[in-house]
């Protein structure tokens, strides 16, 4: 069972990442914005990060960035739900993130970039 912070300013969107990772038998923590998520995780590590990238307070991407050059092991996958614009998900991924996805995404794809996550060393 991995340990997976799901950091996501819309309330609806961590509720339906958390019935789905908790039934496929993860241990689930939220934040609602990137400073939450940075102060959760240097609290605790969690094994994976699934982290919006458009939120108040400290955006998704200069979470991403500060996690990345601090630990560098971090493993996180980011979603965005501005639609259109691939940008913030090239630049995610420059700043560490591993898998990019638009909002809305399939589950089954999310899950199975979560497991691809977790198996990579």
């Known amino acids: 069972m991995a340990t997976i ?3 996501d300013d819309e309330a609806s969107i961590r509720s339906l990442l958390r019935e789905v990772l908790e039934k ?4 689930v923590v939220e934040a609602q914005d990137g400073r939450e998520a940075l102060n959760l995780y240097q609290k605790n ?3 994976l990060l699934i982290m919006d990238l458009l939120m108040p307070e400290v955006d998704g991407l ?3 960035l500060q996690l990345t050059r601090e630990y560098l092991d971090t493993k996180i996958i980011a979603m965005t739900g501005a ?4 940008n913030f998900l ?3 991924k420059l700043f560490g993130a591993h898998q990019a996805f638009e909002k809305p995404f399939d589950l089954k794809d999310m899950l199975n970039a979560v497991e691809a996550e977790l198996a990579r060393k």
């Open 62 to 64: 200069e979470a991403t």
């Open 24 to 27: 496929a038998g993860h241990h």
């Open 83 to 86: 639609q259109g614009d691939r």
């Open 5 to 7: 912070m799901v950091i």
């Open 45 to 47: 590590k969690a094994d």
């Open 90 to 92: 090239e630049i995610a």
